[in-house]
């Protein structure tokens, strides 16, 4: 990468690490300012959601398999595993495992379920695109079902 210092470089790999922890560090902040405040970290996640949906207009009319594929990439880019997706332009599944684990529960002083929140994120997504979102954990994975709204 460009650097204005010529004895200062950063590797691509190094870049990677760096955005992918940043990227969940300012998920968690977030959550854990909400809980602070008195607000339930599901409702911070809302609230993103419905930020960052506009710029999810481009998936529109391209299927429930485009939005999920476009979800597990958060995840995948924030560290987590993708493990299958599934579907097409009416319904489709995408499992992952998530990033976040014991290290940055702990740093932050969330709980899992709370660090899970984030996940809510994609109901303004799914809404504005016409879908609705279901998901859930069981053990280390999470499923994320977009289904289309009649």
């Known amino acids: ?86 579907g097409d332009e009416q319904q489709a599944e995408v499992t992952v495992t998530d990033a976040v684990d014991a290290e940055y529960l702990e740093a932050f002083g969330l709980k899992r379920v709370e660090a899970d929140a984030l996940y809510t994120v994609y109901e303004p997504i799914a809404d504005a695109l016409g879908y609705a979102l279901r998901w859930e954990r069981t053990g280390e994975t999470i499923t994320l079902v977009f289904r289309r709204r009649e």
């Not at 710029?55 to 924030?78: F, T, Y």
């Open 1 to 86: 990468m460009a650097s204005s210092h010529p004895s200062v470089s950063f590797s691509d790999e190094e870049l990677r690490l760096q955005a992918q922890g940043n990227g969940t560090a300012f998920s968690l902040a977030l959550l854990r300012y909400a809980r602070d405040h008195g607000e339930a970290p599901e409702a911070a996640a809302r609230w993103l959601g419905t930020l960052f949906a506009p710029n999810w207009e481009s998936l529109q009319g391209q299927g429930a398999r485009a939005i999920a594929r476009e979800a597990a990439l958060n995840v995948v880019s924030r560290g987590g595993t993708l493990h299958e997706l599934t």
